[in-house]
Each structure stands twice: as C-alpha cells, then as structure tokens.
C-alpha cells in the first residue's frame, strides 16, 4: 500500500481519483491547491503525487517545480491529469483530463513500481 496525494481544484475530481486510488489498496490524502499540496507534503511526504495542472493559489506546474527543486521531495514521482497535460513537462508521467479509470491505476502502479525498483 502506497500513500498518494491526490491534488485537485475540482472536488468531484478529487473524489473519483481518491476513490479508484483507494479501492485499489492505496492510502490516500487529498489538496485542493498546490500551496495546500506542498504543505500536505512537508508535513507527510507521500509516495506519489497525482496533481492537476490550472488550479487557483499555486497551479500545478508551480507546485511540481517546487517538488522537484527540494532534494527532500525530488523523488517522490509524479503524475499529472489535466486538461493542459502537455504543460507538465516536469511531471514523471502525465494523462489527459477527464481519463479512464484504469488509466488513472495503471499509470499510478507504474510510477510507484519504478520508485520502488529504484528507477
């Protein structure tokens, strides 16, 4: 099990992904912003960040560059599911909003299998 930091502006959105994440063994924490994100981080890293990119207080590409610019959360992965997918260059795998479940999972799983391999 694997603890995931589900980031989203729309609760609805926030609510299906931590639903699926869930369901499928995952624990899983919820922000609705990037600046709650990164608080959420610092007090609890998780293991994979699932994040929309247009969000209002801090967007998503600002959140991921602030992720990936500290050496204590660089690794954690990330996945971004948005509308601007193609914005999140920095983003360790990115999906096109709105996506299937089993897209969602299967990306999910594999990012967090490549953490674990090391990779």
């Known amino acids: 099990m694997a603890r995931v930091l589900v980031v989203d502006d729309e609760p609805d959105l926030r609510f299906l992904h931590h639903r699926v994440l869930s369901r499928a063994g995952h624990e899983v924490v919820e922000a609705g ?27 998503g590409i600002e959140f991921i560059r602030r992720l990936k610019a500290d050496p204590a959360t660089a690794a954690i992965p990330v996945l971004a599911v948005s509308g601007d997918w193609q914005l999140a260059i920095e983003a360790d795998g990115a999906l096109a909003k709105p ?13 967090l299998r490549k953490r674990g391999d090391g990779r």
């Open 33 to 59: 912003d990037g600046l709650a994100a990164l608080e959420s981080v610092r007090a609890s890293p998780p293991d994979l960040v699932v994040t929309d990119v247009m969000m209002p207080v801090m967007g």
């Open 99 to 111: 996506c299937r479940t089993q897209d969602l999972l299967a990306a999910a799983e594999e990012l």
